[in-house]
């Protein structure tokens, strides 16, 4: 997991129409490389989000493959082309070019294995079953350090509303909920 040290823009666009962007999100961007060694998600892959700022939830996920082109078109923007449809564009405008260029070339070391992008190599095999591993004993939690610069939010409440984007969309407004409560005269 690779955690960007900045905030980004994401836009999308059509690749026929380069000039023309619509904002649809701002988060922190996320790279995360799924080694596909669990029984839910057998498939290898790299997988770009954008994370809500305070919430963490995820705004928006993309998996970066062997079509994607995913490259620096300016010195705080990045773009790829949608795994889903490769004519539609995705761009991330970052605040921090010095965090952009870090993504960049996190992304590349990544991209740079043909595993990784799913892209079969010459001569592999598949792997076979090996013996069960002994179980290893967990450290105790007097031995692990507390999280630096951690803020655990156990609540969120309607003063919460204006700050977080996942709030906005999938919290109806309490006005609604107060006019759908009040019996109809």
Request: proline share 5%; glycine share 4%.
């Amino acid at each position: 997991v690779f955690v960007c040290e900045s905030l980004a823009n994401l836009y999308l666009g059509n690749a026929a129409q380069s000039e023309h962007w619509d904002l649809r999100f701002t988060g922190i961007p996320v790279v995360v490389l799924d080694l596909g060694e669990t029984r839910s998600r057998s498939k290898r892959r790299i997988q770009i989000l954008l994370a809500e700022r305070g919430t963490c939830f995820t705004l928006w996920r993309e998996t970066i493959d062997n079509l994607s082109s995913y490259k620096v078109s300016g010195p705080a923007f990045h773009t790829m082309c949608l795994s889903s449809d490769h004519t539609r564009l995705a761009g991330l405008s970052f605040d921090n070019s010095k965090a952009a260029n870090d993504l960049w070339q996190h992304i590349e070391r990544l991209i740079s294995c043909p595993e990784n992008i799913s892209l079969s190599v010459p001569g592999k095999k598949k792997k076979k079953k090996q013996p069960p591993q002994k179980k290893f004993v967990l450290p105790t939690k007097s031995n692990i350090s507390q999280p630096c610069q951690f803020q655990h939010i156990t609540s969120v409440d309607a003063t919460d509303r204006s700050r977080y984007f996942s709030l906005q969309t999938l919290v109806p407004k309490l006005t609604h909920i107060e006019h759908s409560i009040q019996p109809s005269i």
